[in-house]
T-cell receptor, first 115, second 114 residues
């Protein structure tokens, strides 16, 4: 079974540019989560999809961030325009049913550097 | 107050010792608790989950939960240099529509020296 895959693994862009991150969850996992880790801080929740629907986007920092999951398969997270404080590691995770006792499977993350 | 609090460390222990990692959480209604391990540059992976008060053992790992004190801990017996990693405490909080959102602490860096 393939794991959660993310790409690119690294992205270096200039302030004001646009970047799109992609996540392919494990096949059959309805629940997809985006998290971000800024250096020295906790892994912070951004949003949660159930299939193609945004179940909870309370962690999205502002309207420069747009997440989609068309068809309930892979997801994209677009940052436009990027700011310096958007730098960090963006993790995607998935789970089959999203129940209280269910563990997350993580991708290896995208390291985003905004210069 | 942060939802999940951990001492960032580093916690340094000699090989063969017991490493004790601690976590407190703020939502008294939380039901599910997880410990993830993250090696440098890698993705977090689950090592233990616990849902009931008391201890849960799995090999060299023991998770302890005290809901009254809102406290979760992870003990690693016979620590090995390969256990050196960041250990993330995660607590599931209820969210809209009956879903659950795992909320993470900042992680504790563990260093096991030979």
């Amino acid at each position: 079974e393939a794991g959660v895959t993310q790409f690119p693994s690294h992205s270096v862009i200039e302030k004001g540019q646009t970047v799109t991150l992609r996540c392919d969850p494990i096949s059959g996992h309805d629940n997809l989560y985006w998290y971000r880790r800024v250096m020295g801080k906790e892994i912070k929740f951004l949003l949660h999809f159930v299939k193609e629907s945004k179940q909870d986007e309370s962690g999205m920092p502002n309207n420069r961030f747009l997440a989609e999951r068309t068809g309930g398969t892979y997801s994209t997270l677009k940052v436009q325009p990027a700011e310096l404080e958007d730098s960090g590691v963006y993790f995607c995770a998935s789970s089959r049913r999203g129940g209280a006792n269910e563990k997350l499977f993580f991708g290896s993350g995208t390291q985003l550097s905004v210069l | 107050q942060k939802e999940v609090e951990q001492n960032s460390g580093p916690l340094s222990v000699p090989e063969g010792a017991i490493a004790s990692l601690n976590c407190t959480y703020s939502d008294r209604g939380s039901q599910s608790f997880f410990w993830y391990r993250q090696y440098s540059g890698k993705s977090p992976e689950l090592i233990m989950s616990i849902y009931s008060n008391g201890d849960k053992e799995d090999g060299r790992f023991t998770a302890q939960l005290n809901k009254a004190s809102q406290y979760v801990s992870l003990l690693i017996r016979d620590s090995q240099p390969s256990d050196s990693a960041t250990y993330l405490c995660a607590v599931n909080r209820g969210a809209s529509g009956g879903s659950y959102i795992p909320t993470f602490g900042r992680g504790t860096s563990l260093i096991v020296h030979p």
